[in-house]
């Protein structure tokens, strides 16, 4: 960290980044929040809508717009800047769409001097996290996406309403692909430190086929949102938020980011959602649980899904790649 000040660097104030920066104001979650956009007339009235908001706040932050420059002293870059998902569409299938974007943001971000944590948020983001990844030269550990961690908190949500127990006390994950790769490691899965598998065994009103129910309405919570309302932003924005709090909190807090594997899970050179332990250092480390082969196996192909789409970014000749 570069400043003694929690400072954060918000680029693309669309509905994904404003819900960020929404929820970083209503936790006082930093000190100084610059908003930066294409658009600079809309960053501008952002950053006016939310300083009106202050004296309802608990926060004493410092907003303002701004330029690349500003990130000189940041500690943390979130990008949440690019295309919107269209209904229908994978998140695979807008890469190429965002691909293009990244190259103007990350360069003079590096530019500006900037030595803290990018944190994406752009879909398909572990690609997108990847190629801040390649075009910026950082420590993988300084790069990381917002991966399965929103996907992680819907799964708890759903199984917190099916077992009739307060989400905060499921341990569960989703791993892999932010998309339709990801699965459920229900090996891992416990509520308290009771395993779900064990639950399943020991009460018939708790069966296999409604758990995968559940990682199915996981994987599809997306596109029916888009579906409903266009877009996604309150639970993303929340995810970036914590994810915020424990970087600039040190917190060495367990969370499902996307982060580079290397030799984890047999992987490597490839951005994937997996527990990792989040500290002022970005990814302090990839946390390796123990999955059966089958769980394996599937978190391979995920990872398989991603390395094959961002090899064929890279033949088609997209910057940064």
Not at 55 to 72: L, P
Request: net charge negative; charged share 25%; proline share 3%.
């Amino acid at each position: 960290m570069v400043n003694d000040k929690r400072k954060v660097v918000l680029v693309g104030t669309g509905m994904v980044g404003m819900s960020y920066a929404y929820a970083l104001l209503n936790q006082n979650a930093c000190d100084e929040l610059v908003l930066i956009d294409l658009n600079k007339k809309r960053a501008e009235g952002e950053a006016m809508d939310l300083n009106h908001g202050l004296a309802f706040s608990g926060a004493n932050m410092k907003i303002s717009s701004g330029e690349y420059a500003d990130c000189k002293d940041a500690d943390i870059v979130a990008i949440c800047a690019g295309v919107a998902q269209r209904p229908g569409e994978t998140r695979l299938a807008l890469l190429k769409r965002n691909a293009k974007v990244f190259s103007s943001i990350v360069d003079p971000v590096t530019a500006s001097g900037f030595d803290g944590i990018f944190l994406v948020a752009t879909n398909p983001v572990d690609i997108m996290t990847r190629i801040t990844y390649m075009l910026s030269g950082f420590n993988p550990r300084k790069v990381l996406g917002t991966g399965t961690a929103l996907d992680t908190a819907r799964l708890r949500y759903l199984l917190g309403e099916y077992l009739r127990v307060d989400p905060r006390n499921v341990h569960a994950y989703v791993m892999g692909e932010h998309g339709d790769s990801e699965f459920v490691p229900w090996s891992q899965a416990q509520v308290a430190t009771k395993s779900i598998l064990e639950l399943c065994a020991e009460n018939p009103e708790i069966d296999q086929e409604h758990l995968a129910g559940i990682e199915r309405d996981v994987q599809e919570a997306a596109y029916k949102i888009i579906e409903a309302k266009n877009a996604t932003y309150y639970g993303i924005g929340m995810a970036m938020a914590r994810i915020t709090r424990a970087i600039l909190g040190d917190e060495n807090s367990v969370l499902t980011v996307s982060a580079m594997l290397r030799g984890e899970y047999g992987q490597t050179d490839v951005f994937a959602g997996v527990p990792c332990i989040i500290n002022k250092s970005g990814v302090q480390r990839v946390l390796k649980l123990s999955l059966p082969q089958e769980e394996s196996d599937r978190f391979g192909e995920s990872c398989r899904v991603l390395r094959e789409c961002y090899e064929e970014l890279a033949g088609s000749g997209q910057d940064g790649c």
